[in-house]
């Protein structure tokens, strides 16, 4: 391998271990973007890409072909992990074309838009349903009592499994999303990964088998039907992209709900805009998703020897894709730091780009129009109940652990 250049520490991911630079990363953010924007950060042994044309080029040609095979996981000592191996070789998120074009096609097929919009009543009843429960109270932790169990409840509908089982559903979630948001994995967490991950698979199997209680109409349904081409998904396809649909809508939109109110209720007049006009709900989502990403960065793969923002990345290194430095960029948008509720011409990069966009969008998009209008309009006066904000130890997706309020 050539020399890397020399690299200064202090602009190394790693510094997200530090709680400080974990609750604002953004100045560090912005230094990896003005002192060394195609960054060797000799730490995760990887690339670090924060500025938003670098981060298009990445997630626009790059490989997303990145879990390690058995061989490697025994290589480095850690065999115990190849049950999720297993299941992450069959996810969308890790595949390329041509396998990742054919899952693609065929959970699209049961993913419509159309899908999507018909739920639009029943997303809208799930979150007064849960407002109704602590309005009375005059407090409530936005995170624990709404967000978290919001979008659980959403995609168990979505799934057509049972709603009772949304908490099961959600503490899974939680856990193998150390997997997809972390780049250090703490070995003393792989017996958790594990055990959730086992009994999702069986979750999900048992749901496509289960003869006295058959699948009611819903994702998990439409990925066991769907035909394309005279193609259908296997039976560990179906689970797999199951769970990482589940995974992913349920923590990204979580956090999204989370950071958002956050952000509103430090700016009181963009809040008190929000609440008085509901036809800047739209565009509101869009810079909220621009301004706090919930899902922060994502490794790809260099598929041949590519020039990057002038640094030459050779064949088989590792990238970090930094979605949430590209979104505050002033090369692409104007003063990328303050939170404009009009902003114009928003093609901000939380969703991803291009192959791998996430096709979960018009989900979330539409949990968080409905999780929002709610909280304002049923939170008069909502604000912080505590100084403090706690943010995950998860490094890749963004999110706080609690949110309290009062309000009324």
């Not at 899908?115 to 407090?139: C, F, K, M, S, Y």
């Not at 396809?237 to 999204?256: K, S």
């Amino acid at each position: 391998m050539a020399t890397k250049p020399a690299s200064d520490p202090s602009l190394s991911l790693y510094r997200l271990l530090d709680p400080a630079v974990l609750a604002d990363p953004y100045p560090l953010y912005r230094r990896l973007r003005e002192e060394d924007p195609v960054h060797w950060d000799p730490f995760l042994h990887a690339w670090v890409v924060t500025r938003y044309a670098d981060v298009h080029q990445v997630l626009h040609g790059f490989s997303a072909d990145r879990t390690l095979s058995p061989e490697q996981l025994r290589a480095l000592g850690i065999d115990s992990l190849e049950p999720v191996a297993a299941v992450m070789m069959r996810q969308m998120l890790f595949l390329d074309p041509p396998r990742h074009t054919q899952l693609r096609k065929l959970c699209s097929m049961a993913f419509t838009p159309r899908r999507v919009e018909l739920l639009e009543d029943r997303v809208t009843e799930i979150a007064h349903r849960l407002l109704d429960q602590v309005v009375p109270n005059g407090t409530m932790d936005v995170v624990g009592d709404f967000a978290a169990p919001f979008p659980s409840m959403v995609f168990a509908a979505l799934l057509g499994v049972p709603e009772e089982d949304h908490a099961k559903l959600k503490a899974w979630s939680e856990i193998f999303a150390e997997m997809l948001g972390n780049f250090q994995h703490n070995i003393d967490r792989a017996p958790l990964v594990l055990k959730a991950t086992a009994e999702m698979t069986d979750y999900f199997r048992r749901a496509i088998h289960e003869v006295e209680r058959p699948l009611a109409d819903g994702l998990l349904r439409s990925l066991v039907e769907a035909e394309v081409d005279g193609e259908r998904l296997s039976e560990e396809d179906v689970i797999a992209n199951a769970i990482v649909t589940m995974v992913g809508g349920q923590e990204t939109t979580t956090n999204l709900i989370g950071n958002g109110l956050v952000t509103l209720m430090e700016r009181p007049e963009a809040l008190a805009a929000l609440r008085d006009r509901h036809d800047l709900m739209e565009s509101a989502v869009e810079e909220l998703l621009r301004f706090e990403s919930p899902s922060q960065h994502t490794g790809r793969i260099c598929p041949a020897d590519t020039v990057v923002g002038g640094q030459l990345i050779r064949k088989g290194e590792a990238v970090m894709a930094v979605m949430a430095a590209g979104n505050r960029d002033p090369e692409r948008f104007a003063d990328p730091d303050m939170l404009d509720l009009v902003r114009a011409e928003n093609r901000h990069l939380a969703f991803g780009w291009a192959a791998h966009f996430c096709f979960g969008a018009p989900l979330a998009r539409l949990e968080a129009r409905v999780a929002f209008r709610a909280l304002l309009d049923r939170l008069p006066n909502v604000a912080r109940a505590s100084d403090r904000l706690r943010w995950r130890t998860n490094l890749g997706l963004r999110g706080l652990t609690a949110l309290p309020v009062r309000f009324g």
